[in-house]
């Protein structure tokens, strides 16, 4: 189950050219019953994702959960504290339920001012430590420094990017399964 924001949502474009989409393509090609469950909302923050994880977890019953939380907080310029404490929950709600959990790392642009933006980036590794969960260090690696791979929000990644970022998140998801969890429980 990917549990995102509108990174993970396919915003400002069709369902079929997003992330989700492409690995979801990907995982069918090695593992025919595989399946993605796309619980992503544009606008989603942490604390939103704490509010309604449980019935994600109760609806879908996922054996592994792609996280992908905290930008939106991090642009409206929320505490680390309060985002930290929010993931948190969320991870440890998925490990209750018996999800692994794959951490997407995030980064904001320099304009938030060094302290912060260090503080927002370090949080990521931080959590998937204490709660030894895997972590895609950056879910944009490879692009997020070059404007021609965004929308014109210069937010939200155009088409192009989606190929990469799929590819970022296979770069660790693949090393989560084995083969019999895969036959036993299709979900994602």
């Known amino acids: ?32 019953d595989y399946h993605i469950i796309n619980a992503s909302i544009s ?72 302290t912060y933006t260090q503080k927002f980036q370090a949080l990521f590794p931080q959590l998937a430590e204490n709660h030894q969960v895997k972590l895609i260090p950056f879910l944009l690696a490879g692009f997020g420094d070059k404007h021609e791979f965004f929308q014109a929000d210069g937010i939200h990644p155009t088409e192009v990017a989606q190929k990469k970022i799929a590819e970022n998140v296979w770069e660790v998801l693949q090393t989560m399964f084995k083969t019999e969890q895969v036959a036993t429980n299709p979900d994602i």
Request: proline letters at 3%.
């Open 43 to 114: 606008g989603e923050t942490a604390l939103g994702g704490r509010n309604r994880i449980r019935q994600a977890l109760e609806t879908h019953r996922p054996e592994i959960v792609i996280l992908e939380l905290g930008g939106n907080d991090g642009l409206r310029g929320a505490s680390i504290k309060s985002i930290y404490e929010n993931l948190a929950a969320i991870i440890e709600e998925c490990q209750q339920n018996n999800a692994l959990v794959l951490l997407a790392g995030m980064q904001l642009p320099p304009n938030y001012g060094r």
């Open 1 to 32: 189950m990917v549990f995102g924001d509108s990174l993970s949502a396919s915003y400002g474009m069709s369902t079929e050219a997003g992330w989700v989409t492409l690995l979801e393509q990907r995982l069918q090609s090695k593992y025919a």
